[in-house]
């Protein structure tokens, strides 16, 4: 028994020689060499640890960006000169010349002309709105030529009506218009005249027509009740270079037309063209707002020059219309438009007759350059026409 417990002893302890010789000889075994990693995955050897790649962000829809569109500045134009400009517009009074030429020389050519042609003379006068006084004594003076000459050719008949005519127009009126600077300001030019008549295209014509004589012009928008009036008066300045001072929607007019002929002294232009509102001319509280007007540019000094826009289709009523804004703002000179599309062309002669205004512009279409400074003679010659 003995025996066999001193063979476990030596066994275990022979298991236990045996361990301790094994593990030794394990633990000096060489360990397998760490993994490298690629040489992309390497960090850098310098600078900040490296960090993660991130993931690629889809791209970005982003909305074009919005270009705002480069407003083209209008050309200026070269308006037309003034120069001949009535003459070169002689077929536009075609109507007109119906009347006032050929119906007046077919019955002057007559040989015999009894009181029956000088009444068909007298209806014919009137109905071109010339004026019942106006009539008489051009008749009068006519027939008085006819008793004294007696009969005489056609051509001589034409140069005699022409001659009444052009007297009856009273040729020796001042129908220049006063645009010359002066005492260190601008010439001041009112543009006055009734709902309808035209009369903001007509100043934008006007100012054309300062332009084409080599005037530097500023346009005042004091129709301040309709914006339309002066966007279209800005419009029109521009066409030409000109610039328009303007004031805020249903603002004062009187402090328009004031700041516009201080800004027209300042820089130095030659006239200054004030566009007024329309008004009819029995509203007294509209007239007394154009009274104000004028006395308030006055401040400045005196306005040159007052210009009635009147319609040639209205015909009698333009001369009521003249004498009440004579009498409120002293008017100067008429501007007569759309004398080409009526046969009332003899309204020059009534106005000039019955009021002692001079006919300075006349109106005869709708393009740009379709005003013309009024000449006595050459209206006359378009009235009769080359072929009457």
């Not at 025996?3 to 000096?28: E, F, K, M, N, T």
Request: glycine letters at 10%.
């Amino acid at each position: 028994m003995e025996y066999v417990v001193a063979s476990l002893i030596l066994l275990v302890v022979l298991v236990a020689g045996a361990v301790g010789l094994i593990v030794p000889r394990l633990r000096r075994r060489e360990l397998p060499p760490p993994a490298v990693p690629p040489v992309e995955e390497l960090p850098p050897l310098i600078g900040k640890p490296a960090e993660a790649p991130a993931a690629e962000a889809p791209p970005v829809q982003t909305a074009p960006a919005e270009v705002a569109p480069v407003e083209a500045k209008p050309l200026v134009e070269t308006p037309e000169p003034t120069a001949g400009r009535l003459v070169r517009l002689r077929a536009r009074l075609s109507r007109s010349q119906s009347v006032l030429g050929r119906g007046l020389l077919s019955v002057l050519s007559r040989d015999h002309l009894d009181d029956d042609a000088w009444e068909e003379i007298e209806d014919s006068l009137i109905s071109a709105d010339v004026g019942v006084e106006a009539t008489q004594a051009l008749v009068e003076r006519l027939r008085e030529r006819v008793r004294v000459l007696g009969t005489r050719t056609v051509a001589e008949v034409r140069t005699q009506l022409a001659e009444e005519l052009t007297a009856a127009l009273d040729p020796g009126m001042d129908r220049t218009l006063k645009t010359t600077p002066h005492d260190g300001r601008p010439a001041v030019m009112l543009v006055v005249g009734v709902n309808g008549a035209g009369k903001t295209t007509t100043c934008g014509k006007v100012a054309r027509v300062l332009i084409a004589d080599g005037r530097t012009v500023l346009l005042g928008a004091a129709d301040t009740f309709r914006a339309a009036a002066t966007e279209q008066l800005i419009t029109w300045g521009e066409r030409v270079g000109a610039e328009t001072v303007r004031g805020p929607e249903g603002g004062d007019p009187a402090s328009v037309a004031f700041d516009a002929v201080k800004r027209g002294i300042d820089t130095g232009v030659d006239t200054v063209l004030i566009d007024t509102a329309g008004r009819l001319q029995n509203k007294v509280g509209l007239m007394d707002e154009l009274g104000k007007v004028k006395r308030v540019v006055e401040k400045h000094g005196p306005v040159d020059e007052t210009l009635l826009v009147l319609d040639a289709t209205t015909g009698q009523n333009g001369l009521e219309q003249a004498r009440v804004f004579t009498d409120v703002v002293d008017v100067t000179g008429v501007v007569l438009t759309k004398l080409d599309g009526t046969a009332k062309g003899g309204i020059v002669i009534a106005v000039q007759n019955k009021l002692g205004i001079p006919v300075k512009l006349v109106g005869l279409g709708e393009g740009p350059d379709d005003l013309a400074p009024f000449d006595p003679a050459a209206f006359v010659e378009a009235l009769l026409g080359t072929d009457a």
